[in-house]
Each structure stands twice: as structure tokens, then as C-alpha cells.
Antibody
Framework: EVQLVESGGDLVQPGGSLRLSCSAS????????LTWVRQAPGKGLEWVSG???????YYADSVKGRFTISRDNSKNTIYLQMNSLRAEDTAVYYC???????????????WGQGTLVTVSS | ETVLTQSPATLSLSPGERATLSCRAS??????LAWYQKKPGQAPRLLIY???KRATGIPPRFSGSGSGTDFTLTISSLETEDFAVYYC??????????FGEGTRVEIK
């Protein structure tokens, strides 16, 4: 069974940093791209960042230059390093696995339960 | 950026009724559109991908159609567990990947 478990969410002050982790199991991690999607309180889903099997990375304009996605295939984990955090980054952050192995078909078949990031003074 | 516009914003229906949700793209996304179900406190759930393919484990009362710029998610007969928010998402032109604003299906 595929499992994705996010961690690292916390309360942080504006301008601060946080690193989220997403630990995966139940599939061959190195053969799938993964992504981060967030949902701010009372708002819809927003794609944040993605990383493919070839380690190519992609970002939404709203986080480009502030967030960095990475993966460690030896630990079956992806990370989201979040710097220069703003109030508008407050959201539940989900990691999700792409539908198909080896590709870049960015539909998301399985999701974690999310981790809450709150940016506030 | 491809903007996805969902309508209506809210759909008020009774169990057993048919639900028809719309998603319109600002430019063609071919068939590269997915639908997700989202309930409070739960992770999103993939229902339909590539416009009309049901994801694993999704019951046949959910169906998707469309291509280009106009797409529809149909729930043939609403069950109580289907009352939720539904989002469309395109993967034709990215980054960025984009979602629609959502349609809330509520109990009438």
C-alpha cells in the first residue's frame, strides 16, 4: 500500500525558515516524480513545486527563489526547504505521487494527509 | 498560465440526484485534465484523469468527459459520501500546474 507521510509543519515568524519532509513507502520511490500542493485556510488547492525522477525541479511563481524541493532516493523522502516565509504561505502542505512511473504526467494518484504551516508573529 | 474556471461554485442537490460539474480552460489542454474530490480534514482523492479515465477504485457513478477547453464531471446518482468539494487540474501546460477554484456539492 502506498503511504506518504508529511512532517515538519510548525508555527514560524514571517521571514523565517522551515523544512518539510515527505516519507514514502509502498512503491519504488526512485521511479516516481513527486510534488507539493498546498491549501490555505478556506481556499482551494495550489500547486507549489514538483521534482521528477531525473531530479528536475519546478516551482510556482509565488514560491520561486524562496522554496527548494529535493529528494533523497536512499531515504525514500522528498523535502521542501521554505525560506523567507510570508503570511500568505500559511497552509496545509500535501505531498503527492505522480500517476505513472518514470514520466512527467502531472496528475496525482496518491496523497499524504498534510502538514500545517502557520506563518505569524 | 492556463486558468481553469469551474461552475457552478455551489451545487445543492439531494441524494440520488445527478450532479453535473463544469470546468473550462482558458486555452486548450487537450485531454490532460483531472478531477479530485476534497473533504475537510482529508487528503484530495483522484477521481478522473486524462479527462475520462477513472482512477483505481473509483466507482462507476463518477464519469468525466470533454476535450480542449470544456470538461464535465458527472456523478450519476449522488451518495451521501459524495458531498464534498471537487477540483479540476490541468497538466497540459506547466509550470505552473493549475487547479480550478472548486465546486462545492452540498446537500439540499
Amino acid at each position: 500500500e502506498v503511504q506518504l507521510v508529511e512532517s515538519g509543519g510548525d508555527l514560524v515568524q514571517p521571514g523565517g525558515s522551515l523544512r518539510l519532509s515527505c516519507s514514502a513507502s509502498g512503491f519504488t520511490f526512485s521511479t516516481y516524480g513527486l510534488t507539493w500542493v498546498r491549501q490555505a485556510p478556506g481556499k482551494g488547492l495550489e500547486w507549489v513545486s514538483g521534482i521528477l525522477t531525473n531530479f528536475n525541479t519546478y516551482y510556482a511563481d509565488s514560491v520561486k527563489g524562496r522554496f527548494t524541493i529535493s529528494r533523497d532516493n536512499s531515504k525514500n523522502t522528498i523535502y521542501l526547504q521554505m525560506n523567507s516565509l510570508r503570511a500568505e504561505d500559511t497552509a496545509v502542505y500535501y505531498c503527492a505521487k505522480l500517476l505513472s512511473a518514470g514520466g512527467s504526467d502531472m496528475h496525482f494518484a496518491q496523497w499524504g494527509q498534510g502538514t500545517l504551516v502557520t506563518v505569524s508573529s | 498560465e492556463t486558468v481553469l474556471t469551474q461552475s457552478p461554485a455551489t451545487l445543492s442537490l439531494s441524494p440520488g440526484e445527478r450532479a453535473t460539474l463544469s470546468c473550462r480552460a482558458s486555452q486548450s489542454v487537450d485531454i490532460y485534465l483531472a478531477w479530485y474530490q476534497k473533504k475537510p480534514g482529508q487528503a484530495p482523492r483522484l477521481l478522473i484523469y486524462d479527462a475520462s479515465k477513472r482512477a483505481t477504485g473509483i466507482p462507476p457513478r463518477f464519469s468525466g468527459s470533454g476535450s480542449g477547453t470544456d470538461f464535465t464531471l458527472t456523478i450519476s446518482s449522488l451518495e451521501t459520501e459524495d458531498f464534498a468539494v471537487y477540483y479540476c487540474q490541468q497538466r497540459k501546460s506547466w509550470p505552473p500546474l493549475t487547479f480550478g477554484e472548486g465546486t462545492r456539492v452540498e446537500i439540499k
